[in-house]
């Protein structure tokens, strides 16, 4: 899929070395060619366990830019338990920060560079992000690569199917943290146009747009509470949004064929190059309809805030339910 060429270099003692030259990549990769591709790719796992927001004032105190305090304190047991070999953990909880309105904050360009560079990535690597779980772990994969595809990253793909699939494919694990060397890793900017934020999303019309709620069934309808008793919202999604679940996209074990995410969106009156803004609780979900809609050649913007931040910022919105 990857197509990589390597370019002779003198060291200092005049050896001869190799150096990757980063060239266009798949969205996402099969395990089977993760394996055959081991020794060319660098490899994160992106596994998250869901958890109440931290709270803002105390976060920011001790956790905010400090990401060496947050490495050694906010480890993630499942990682522990189990990960690809030799993969860093990239932690939710350190790569973002809370806020008053959003799970998920976005550092500036130079603080995430900070944090990504402690993960051993050097400019250039072609990234493997995975996830484990529900869905393959696909939605915690893709809020990942869409991150890093804000910072300005294109090298970068997901593991369709994650650690399972991995393991299927005898891929080899481990337990415990892997060593990892700091790497060079550098964004120096952001992609604005695959971010939409509270005041680009016509919330009050948004039959002007093709806006899609990621959430499940029993949230889109309210058959589950919002979330957010202390939230003045009488729905619990707005008014002309599409409900567009992430098993439209992916199966139990993967995103589904890119010919059956086509006719997903299609269904929907979605089609290439048509412009949709994808929301959903906090914004993970909605990340890998997110990314399957740039798959099948659709203009997706991520709404970061999701409900989390309409239920305390924009109530009014969420008005409709049933």
């Given at each position: 899929m990857e197509r990589v060429t390597f370019v002779c270099t003198l060291t200092a003692n005049n050896q001869p070395t190799q150096k990757r030259r980063?060239?266009?990549?798949e969205m996402i990769v099969e395990p089977k060619w993760v394996v055959q591709n081991f020794g060319n790719v660098r490899i994160l796992d992106c596994s998250w366990t869901f958890k109440p927001k931290a709270d803002v004032a105390e976060y920011k105190a001790k956790y905010y830019n400090k990401f060496g305090v947050g490495m050694n304190e906010l480890k993630n047991p499942e990682y522990l338990a189990e990960h690809i070999n030799g993969a860093a953990h990239f932690?939710?909880?350190i790569a973002y920060y809370p806020t008053e309105?959003?799970?998920?904050?976005?550092?500036?360009?130079?603080e995430f560079s900070s944090y990504v560079k402690?993960?051993?990535v050097f400019n250039g690597d072609h990234l493997i992000l995975y996830g484990r779980g529900k869905d393959g772990g696909m939605a915690a994969a893709s809020r990942a690569?869409?991150?890093?595809?804000?910072?300005?990253?294109?090298?970068?793909?997901?593991?369709?199917g994650g650690l399972?699939?991995?393991?299927?494919?005898?891929?080899?694990?481990?337990?415990?943290?892997?060593?990892?060397?700091?790497?060079?890793?550098e964004s120096k900017s952001v992609d604005n146009n695959i971010l939409a934020k509270l005041a680009d999303v016509p919330f009050g019309n948004l039959s002007s747009?093709?806006?899609?709620?990621?959430?499940?069934?029993?949230e889109f309808i309210g058959k589950v509470p919002i979330g957010y008793p202390d939230s003045k919202a009488e729905g619990v999604r707005c008014k002309d949004a599409i409900h567009f679940p992430i098993g439209e996209v992916c199966a139990a074990k993967g995103f589904k064929k890119?010919?059956?995410?086509?006719?997903?969106?299609?269904?929907?009156?979605?089609?290439?190059?048509?412009?949709?803004?994808?929301?959903?609780?906090?914004?993970?979900?909605?990340?890998?309809?997110?990314?399957?809609?740039a798959r099948s050649g659709i203009v997706a913007k991520l709404y970061n805030g999701g409900v989390h931040e309409l239920a305390y910022k924009a109530p009014q919105h969420l008005n409709t339910k049933g």
């Open positions: 980063a060239m266009a990549v932690n939710f909880d309105d959003e799970r998920f904050g976005l550092y500036t360009p130079e402690r993960l051993g690569y869409w991150t890093f595809r804000y910072y300005g990253y294109t090298q970068v793909s997901v593991l369709n399972e699939a991995f393991k299927l494919a005898q891929g080899v694990v481990q337990s415990g943290e892997s060593m990892i060397s700091g790497g060079n890793f747009i093709k806006y899609l709620d990621a959430r499940s069934k029993e890119k010919t059956d995410c086509d006719q997903a969106f299609a269904a929907k009156g979605i089609k290439v190059g048509d412009t949709v803004v994808i929301g959903c609780g906090i914004g993970v979900s909605a990340s890998a309809v997110w990314l399957a809609a």
